[in-house]
C-alpha cells in the first residue's frame, strides 16, 4: 500500500517540491527517510498524538516514510500535514474525493490538531504554480501570504480534520483570492516619517536627495542630537517606489526568514533595516547550519543603516564588502549553497570622535591627542572607499527648530528623485545589472561622467588642496553626474562637479588633524 502527496522545502529564496510517499509493509515500527532533521523525526510523535486526539486509530504495522528527493536535506516541522493527511488515508482507511497529489501541502500540527503558521510560504507558492499544481491547502494564517500568487487555489485550514473534511468533498472552503495590485496601489510609498517634520539641516536633504536619486552610499558625521537617526529613517520616504516584481523580490526574502507575522500581504514600502552595533557576522550576512537570510538581504530594495559606524565590530564591518559590490551574498555549507540577494543603500552614521564634539560649533572636544583619529580608524579604508558621499551634520540652532516655516514633504522630492531615476533607467537600458549610478564600474565612469577641461582643473585643484585621496576620483565623478540628472542638464557642469567634491570630507588627509 502507498500514499503520495507533496510538500515543499526552501533553499535561500527559491523553493523545491518534495514529494512524500507512504508505504505499509510487514513487520512493526515507523521510519522516516531522505535526510529528515531533528524537527522532521520529531513530527512522528506530534503527528501520533493528533491522530489520537482527533478520533483516527492508525493500522499498527511498519510504516515507511520517504521524502524525495532522499539526496536533499529535509528541515523544519512544515511536513506535518503531509504525512498527516497520507497516514489517513494508507494506514486508517480514509478515502478522500479529491487528488490529493494536485495540491502542495503544508503545516504543523499542534497536539490537539490544529495547524500552526510556517515560514517560506510565498516562494512555494510560487513554486507551485510554476509545478502546474492546482492547489495549496495550509494554515489558514499562512493564506493571505500565498494568495499573493495567482491562479492557485489556497485553502487555508485552522485544524488536520478541516483538512481531512475538505478532500473527502464534505466540507466546500472557497479559495482565497487576494487583488495584489489593488492592495499595493493603496499601500506603496505609505510612510509615517516625512521630510516636512524636519527643521532646518537644507544641506544634509540636499545629500539624501542625492543619495536616493543615485542609488549612493553615504555616511552621516556628526555630534550626538544633530540629527543623523532621524535623517536616515525618513529616506525610504523618497525613494522610487517599490515596482511589483521588486515587492515580490522583498516579500519573498521576510517570508524565508519569518518576519511577515499573521494577515501577511505584499511587502509595499522599501525596508528600513537598523541593526545595533552588537551584530554578529552571521546576523548581519545571513547564516546558520541551514542558511537564513540576514540583515543586509532584509533591507534588499531599502535601506540599511548602520548607527554609531565604529561601535560595530571590525570583522562585521568587513563581511560587507563583497555584498556591497555584488549585490548578493553567497553562503556555502558541506552538503549546500544559497544565494540571497542583496542590492541595498548603506546609510551609515557616526560621532566625529570619542565624546561626540570634535568639530562643534560651540562644545569643545575633550578627548585627548590622536583620540580623532584613531577613532575614524575603526572604519577600513576598503569600506569607506565603497561609501560615495560623506556629510557632516551639524546641530539644529534654536530659530530654526522654533521655527514655523512649511517644509518640502517627501513626495515633492521623492518627485524629483523619480525623474532622475528615469533618466539612468535609459542611460543603462542596455546593462540589466546597472539601475543607477552608483552602480557603474571604473570603465564606465569614463565614458558616461566626462568633464571639460576646466572641470579636470578644478577636481585637480581640489584634490590636491583638500588632500583627497586617488579613490576619491570616481565616487566624485559619479556624484556628480547623479547631481547633473537632478538638474536636467546632459553634460556635467562644473558647480555640480564642485558640489560633489564637498562630499568627501573624510577623505581630506587634515580632517582629523
Known sequence: ???????????????????????????????????????????????????????????????????????????????????????????????????????????????????????????????????????????????????????????????????????????????????????????????????????????????????????????????????????????????????????????????????????????SKRPFRNPHHTISDAALVGGGSFPQPGEISLAHNGVLFLDELPEFKRTVLEVMRQPLEERKVSISRTRLSVEFPSSFMLIASMNPCPCGYYNHPEKDCTCPPGAVEKYLNRVSGPLLDRIDLHVEVTPVSFDQISSTRKNETSAEIRERVVKAREVQIERFKEYPDIHSNAMMPAEMVKVICQIDDAGKALLKKAMERLGLSARAYDRILKVSRTIADLAGSENIRNEQLAEAIQYRSLDRENWAG
Open 1 to 267: 500500500m502507498l500514499a503520495t502527496t507533496f510538500g515543499a522545502a526552501v533553499y535561500g529564496v527559491s523553493a523545491t517540491l518534495i514529494t512524500v510517499e507512504i508505504s505499509i509493509i510487514k513487520g512493526a515500527g515507523t521510519s522516516v527517510v531522505g535526510l529528515p532533521d531533528n524537527a522532521v523525526k520529531e513530527s512522528l510523535q506530534r503527528i501520533d498524538a493528533a491522530l489520537k486526539n482527533e478520533g483516527y486509530n492508525q493500522d499498527r504495522k511498519k510504516t515507511v516514510i520517504n521524502l524525495a528527493p532522499a539526496d536533499i536535506r529535509k528541515e523544519g516541522s512544515s511536513y506535518d500535514l503531509p504525512i498527516a493527511l497520507c497516514l489517513i488515508n494508507i494506514s486508517c482507511g480514509v478515502t478522500y474525493a479529491k487528488d490529493i497529489s494536485e495540491y502542495v501541502i503544508l503545516g504543523e500540527l499542534a497536539l490537539d490538531g490544529t495547524l500552526r503558521p510556517i515560514k517560506g510560504v510565498l516562494p512555494i507558492a510560487i513554486e507551485a504554480r510554476a509545478q502546474g499544481k492546482k492547489g495549496f491547502i495550509l494554515p489558514k494564517e499562512n493564506a493571505e501570504e500565498a494568495s499573493i500568487v495567482n491562479k492557485l487555489d489556497v485553502i487555508g485550514v485552522e485544524t488536520l480534520d478541516e483538512a481531512v473534511r475538505f478532500l473527502k468533498g464534505e466540507l466546500e472552503i472557497k479559495p482565497l483570492v487576494t487583488d495584489t495590485r489593488e492592495i499595493f496601489q493603496h499601500t506603496v510609498n505609505n510612510y509615517e516619517a516625512d521630510f516636512s517634520h524636519v527643521q532646518g539641516q537644507e544641506n544634509i536633504k540636499r545629500a539624501m536627495e542625492i543619495a536616493a536619486a543615485g542609488g549612493h552610499n553615504a555616511i552621516m558625521i556628526g555630534p550626538p542630537g544633530a540629527g543623523k537617526t532621524m535623517l536616515a529613517k525618513r529616506l525610504p520616504s523618497i525613494l522610487p517606489p517599490l515596482t511589483l516584481a521588486e515587492a515580490l523580490e522583498t516579500t519573498k526574502i521576510h517570508s524565508v526568514a519569518g518576519k511577515l507575522g499573521g494577515k501577511a500581504t505584499l511587502i
